[in-house]
């Protein structure tokens, strides 16, 4: 049974940092990483790793944020500087299954910038 499980959101000041984690267990994945989901927006994505390393980002955490990968304990990290107000949202880890490609999300964590 797959459990992705986040951890480290809250509220931060604009121009603070936060990190967020997320243990995932069951699988070996191909990829991992965050998405964010703001009211009345669709969910998209922030920023994504490969088992080899490999990262993506959107365009407007470039700079900003900052994701690594421990593929021995299957945790994936995304560290955020600089935040802004709309990068406020609900942040969701994602994975991706090596055997299957199957797509698996974690329940959400809330960040919320604001002064």
């Known amino acids: 049974q797959v459990q992705l499980v986040e951890s480290g959101g809250g509220l931060v000041q604009p121009g603070g940092s936060l990190r967020l984690s997320c243990a995932a267990s069951?699988?070996?994945?191909?990829?991992m990483g965050w998405y964010r989901q703001a009211p009345g927006e669709q969910r998209e994505l922030v920023a994504a790793i490969t088992n080899s390393g490999t990262t993506n980002y959107a365009d407007s955490v470039k700079g900003r944020f900052a994701i690594s990968r421990d593929n021995a304990k299957n945790t994936v990290t995304l560290q955020m500087n600089s935040v802004k107000p709309e990068d406020t949202a609900v942040y969701y880890c994602?994975?991706?299954?090596?055997?299957?490609?199957?797509?698996?999300w974690g329940q959400g964590t809330q960040v919320t910038v604001s002064s």
């Open positions: 069951g699988s070996i994945f191909s990829s």
């Open positions: 994602h994975a991706v299954s090596e055997l299957f490609g199957r797509n698996y």
